[in-house]
C-alpha cells in the first residue's frame, strides 16, 4: 500500500520557520521525484518545490525561491521541505506528492499524502 505522511506543520509567527517531513513506504521511492504542492482555502493549488529521484535537480517557484529548500534521505524514504522566512501568504495546507518519473516536470503526480497544516501569523 503505497503511503506518503507528512508531518510538521503547525503555526508559526511571520519570520519564522518550519520543517515538514514526508515519509514515504510501499513504493519504490528512490526512482520517482518529490514534490511539495500547497493550497490555500479559495486558491488554486500551487507546487512550491520539487527535487528529482537522484536528489540532483531541485525547482522552486519564485513565491518561495530563496526561502525554502527541499531535500530527500533515499536511505530513509524522506523528503523534508525546510521553510524560512514564512510570511502570511505561505498559510495552506502541504502535500507531499510523488511524480510519475524520475524527474520534475516530465510527468503528473501519481501518488498524495494527506497533507499538513501551515499557518504563519501576522
Known amino acids: 500500500q503505497v503511503q506518503l505522511v507528512e508531518s510538521g506543520g503547525g503555526l508559526v509567527q511571520s519570520g519564522g520557520s518550519l520543517r515538514l517531513s514526508c515519509a514515504a513506504s510501499g513504493f519504490s521511492f528512490d526512482y520517482y521525484a518529490i514534490g511539495w504542492v500547497r493550497q490555500a482555502p479559495g486558491k488554486e493549488r500551487e507546487a512550491v518545490s520539487c527535487?528529482?529521484?537522484?536528489?540532483?535537480?531541485?525547482y522552486y517557484p519564485d513565491s518561495v525561491k530563496g526561502r525554502f529548500t527541499i531535500s530527500r534521505d533515499n536511505a530513509n524514504n524522506t523528503v523534508y521541505l525546510q521553510m524560512n522566512s514564512l510570511k502570511p501568504e505561505d498559510s495552506a495546507v502541504y502535500y507531499c506528492?510523488?511524480?510519475?518519473?524520475?524527474?520534475?516536470?516530465?510527468?503528473?503526480?501519481?501518488?498524495w499524502g494527506q497533507g499538513t497544516q501551515v499557518t504563519v501569523s501576522t
Open positions: 527535487i528529482s529521484a537522484s536528489d540532483t535537480r531541485t
Open positions: 506528492a510523488a511524480l510519475g518519473g524520475s524527474w520534475c516536470g516530465e510527468e503528473e503526480y501519481i501518488y
